[in-house]
């Protein structure tokens, strides 16, 4: 196993704790609205805490609504609200191999087919069969390599 895929197997790992977060709905006014109102706490009291004015906490939860706010933002705030921010990424594919396989994939087709066109001009084209297996082997040579032409 070289170091590229245990780096891959410790993140699939971590990133698979998160991925119940995917069934956590996102609050409409965001987390510290929805966090901030269900502790009864004002947003004057907020800004007390995190020494900026009531109107400050008003923007601050607007700009966490609206997808804007800093990180260093959201880690005060919940510091404030005796909270801990968690922050991370999870693949829209299951893990990061299945986002791999699905790119080598579709990078896999691409190259194919365009050598497939070339050899058809050529008068040398291939059956269904042959680009099938020529898919397949490309896609497993392409995820045992992760050129960085993967993610153009």
């Keep these: 196993m070289n170091k590229r895929s245990i780096q891959?197997?410790?993140?699939n790992q971590k990133l698979q704790t998160l991925s119940v977060l995917r069934k956590v709905n996102f609050p409409e006014k965001?987390?510290?609205?929805a966090i901030r109102n269900a502790l009864g706490m004002s947003a004057s009291q907020l800004g007390k805490k995190l020494a900026i004015t009531r109107q400050g906490v008003v923007d601050m939860e607007a700009?966490?609504?609206e997808g804007s706010v800093s990180i260093r933002t959201l880690r005060e705030a919940a510091k404030a609200l005796n909270m801990e921010l968690v922050y991370g990424f999870i693949p829209i594919d299951n893990s990061i191999n299945d986002l791999i396989d699905r790119r080598s994939k579709e990078l896999a087709l691409e190259i194919v087919q365009r050598t497939s066109v070339t050899m058809q001009l050529e008068g040398q084209g291939i059956s269904s069969e042959q680009m099938q297996n020529a898919i397949r082997e490309s896609s497993e040579q392409i995820k045992r390599e992760l050129p960085k032409a993967l993610w153009d």
Excluded: N, T, Y
Excluded at 8 to 11: F, S
Excluded at 30 to 33: E, Y
């Design 8 to 11: 891959i197997q410790h993140l």
């Design 30 to 33: 965001g987390w510290i609205h």
């Design 63 to 65: 700009r966490e609504s």
